[in-house]
């Protein structure tokens, strides 16, 4: 067949029409093979709220509050790791809250029952280890209860030993650790915010989206670069935020600045697969992000953008509030 070939498929073809197909398909492996490298290059982020609660706060109830967090969830099609704290679950109020959590599908993890400080003298390894397991027993019901543990206030324990004790409490139980890769303090903005609204309720509330969002940006990027240079690849990172005012209020604005940014919103499970989440720094102290923690004991803080403060502690600074008109 003079000037005929014969493709893969058994297709009969001019030897002009079959160079046009193998350009075709080889074309089609590079876009794929970009999709593909582009995908994996892709910042993830998982949304992990700590100290799930009905406490009530202004504006709304805290029953009504938990609502609107958990619509906007959905309404985003997100879902989220939970760290409870066991005795904000007592009674019919608390239990009804933790029912609609895990009835929509988000991760239920343990935050200890009485979000003690480990890091205070006082504060024994027994008595931290029976807090945790008294937590343990409130949540374990749970369809999707998951053994992560994250410390209240990040903290690990003020000595070597208390540490080592909890580390290996914690593998012997069959937890893993729920750290935090991008540290927020999003709590005192809503603290603030809270206060401002106590004192005058026409407050204007853009001031304080505006800080939010502005400042956990400056601490997701941060905290990407922090983790990039330690891992030499992109995590599935974990961003700490808090159940508040502040997230019934904007947390639908985050998750769409973080899709505006190119960052894809993960789920629990996808985050806390990366094996980057099953090690325990052996430098002390180790608390806060996990990435600068690693960053600090491989000697790698060099090749990181140097800042005067840490980009989640900005915000009690009072002149960088005052960039937001606060």
Same mark, same amino acid.
């Given at each position: 067949?003079?000037g005929?070939?014969? %493709?893969?498929?058994?297709?009969?073809?001019?030897?002009?029409?079959y160079?046009? $197909?193998?350009?075709?398909?080889?074309?089609g492996?590079? /876009?794929?093979?970009? +999709?593909l490298? %582009?995908?994996?290059?892709?910042p993830?982020?998982?949304?992990?709220?700590?100290?799930?609660?009905?406490?009530?706060?202004?504006?709304?109830s805290?029953?009504?509050?938990?609502?609107?967090?958990?619509?906007?969830?959905?309404?985003?099609k997100?879902?989220?790791?939970?760290?409870?704290?066991?005795?904000?679950?007592?009674?019919p109020?608390?239990?009804?809250?933790?029912?609609?959590?895990?009835k929509?599908? +988000? $991760?239920?993890?343990?935050?200890t $029952?009485?979000?003690?400080?480990y890091d205070?003298?006082?504060?024994? =390894?027994?008595?931290?280890s029976?807090?945790?397991?008294?937590?343990?027993?409130?949540?374990?019901g749970?369809?999707? $209860?998951?053994?992560?543990?994250?410390?209240?206030?990040?903290?690990?324990?003020?000595?070597?030993?208390?540490?080592?004790?909890?580390?290996e409490?914690l593998?012997?139980?069959?937890?893993k650790?729920?750290?935090?890769?991008?540290?927020?303090?999003?709590?005192?903005?809503s603290y603030?915010?809270?206060?401002?609204?106590?004192e005058n309720p026409?407050?204007?509330?853009?001031? =304080?989206?505006?800080?939010?969002?502005?400042?956990?940006k400056e601490? %997701?990027l941060?905290?990407?670069?922090?983790?990039?240079?330690?891992t030499?690849r992109?995590?599935n +990172?974990?961003?700490?935020?808090? +159940?508040?005012l502040l997230?019934?209020?904007?947390?639908?604005?985050?998750?769409?600045q973080f899709?505006?940014?190119?960052?894809?919103?993960?789920?629990?499970?996808?985050? /806390?697969?990366?094996?980057?989440?099953?090690?325990?720094?052996?430098?002390?102290p180790?608390?806060?992000?996990?990435?600068?923690t690693?960053?600090?004991?491989?000697?790698?803080?060099?090749?990181?953008?140097?800042r005067?403060?840490?980009?989640?502690?900005?915000? =009690?600074?009072?002149?960088?509030?005052?960039?937001?008109?606060?």
């Open positions: 067949m003079n005929q070939v014969i %493709a893969s498929n058994g297709v009969i073809m001019t030897l002009k029409i160079k046009n $197909y193998i350009l075709f398909l080889f074309l492996i590079i /876009f794929n093979f970009q +999709h490298f %582009a995908q994996a290059s892709k993830k982020v998982c949304i992990t709220l700590d100290d799930i609660n009905y406490l009530e706060r202004p504006l709304y805290g029953l009504k509050r938990d609502s609107i967090i958990r619509a906007v969830l959905r309404a985003k997100v879902k989220a790791g939970l760290f409870f704290i066991g005795s904000y679950l007592e009674g109020k608390g239990q009804s809250m933790l029912k609609e959590w895990d929509e599908g +988000h $991760y239920i993890m343990n935050h $029952y009485s979000h003690l400080h205070e003298e006082g504060v024994s =390894f027994g008595q931290y029976k807090d945790l397991i008294k937590c343990d027993s409130v949540l374990k749970c369809k999707n $209860y998951k053994k992560i543990f994250r410390f209240p206030f990040l903290e690990e324990g003020n000595t070597i030993e208390k540490r080592a004790a909890m580390r409490f593998q012997n139980h069959q937890y650790p729920g750290y935090v890769s991008i540290p927020t303090t999003d709590w005192k903005i603030e915010l809270e206060k401002a609204l106590i026409s407050t204007d509330l853009s001031k =304080f989206k505006k800080l939010y969002l502005e400042n956990i601490c %997701a941060y905290y990407n670069e922090v983790a990039s240079k330690v030499g992109q995590v +990172h974990l961003i700490l935020l808090h +159940h508040n997230s019934a209020l904007f947390l639908g604005d985050l998750i769409d899709k505006a940014m190119g960052w894809e919103i993960t789920t629990p499970e996808v985050a /806390f697969k990366d094996p980057i989440y099953n090690q325990y720094p052996h430098i002390f180790s608390t806060g992000s996990l990435f600068l690693l960053a600090k004991q491989e000697k790698k803080t060099e090749s990181i953008s140097k005067p403060v840490l980009p989640e502690n900005q915000v =009690f600074d009072k002149d960088y509030l005052s960039k937001f008109g606060l």
